[in-house]
């Protein structure tokens, strides 16, 4: 049973940063394609970064030169590093897995529970 586990969110002062984690189980990691998305009160979810099985990257505009995805499959651990932080960017964050592609498109078939990043001015 895959299983997901978002870590690492907190409570920031604009201009700082965070990395996130978000530690895989349950499936072969590597085979997997992973996402990060995130959702403030009141609006949808959307696709901040997302990395395929060769390490291709992909990055909401709105984040990019600012975060940077990555992730280590001998640890089975996906990571999201943010920098300079905007209080637009506090939101519910969450991780995804999917063996199909699905890059920022909200379809992946396995999420985790989310972690929670605050970001004040």
């Known amino acids: 049973q895959v299983h997901l586990v978002e870590a690492g969110g907190g409570s920031v002062q604009a201009g700082g940063s965070l990395r996130l984690s978000c530690e895989a189980s349950?499936?072969?990691?590597?085979?997997?394609?992973m996402g990060w998305f995130r959702q403030a009160p009141g609006k949808e979810r959307e696709g901040v970064a997302a990395?395929?099985?060769?390490?291709?990257?992909a990055y909401a505009n709105s984040v990019k030169g600012r975060f940077t995805i990555s992730r280590d499959n001998a640890k089975n651990i996906l990571y999201l590093q943010m920098n300079n932080l905007k209080p637009e960017d506090t939101a519910m964050y969450y991780c995804?897995?999917?063996?199909?592609?699905?890059?920022?498109?909200?379809?992946?078939?396995?999420w985790g529970q989310g972690t929670q990043v605050t970001v004040s001015s």
């Open positions: 995804a897995a999917d063996q199909v592609n699905r890059w920022l498109l909200p379809h992946y078939k396995y």
């Open positions: 349950g499936y072969t990691y590597r085979t997997y394609c």
């Open positions: 990395i395929d099985v060769h390490g291709y990257t």
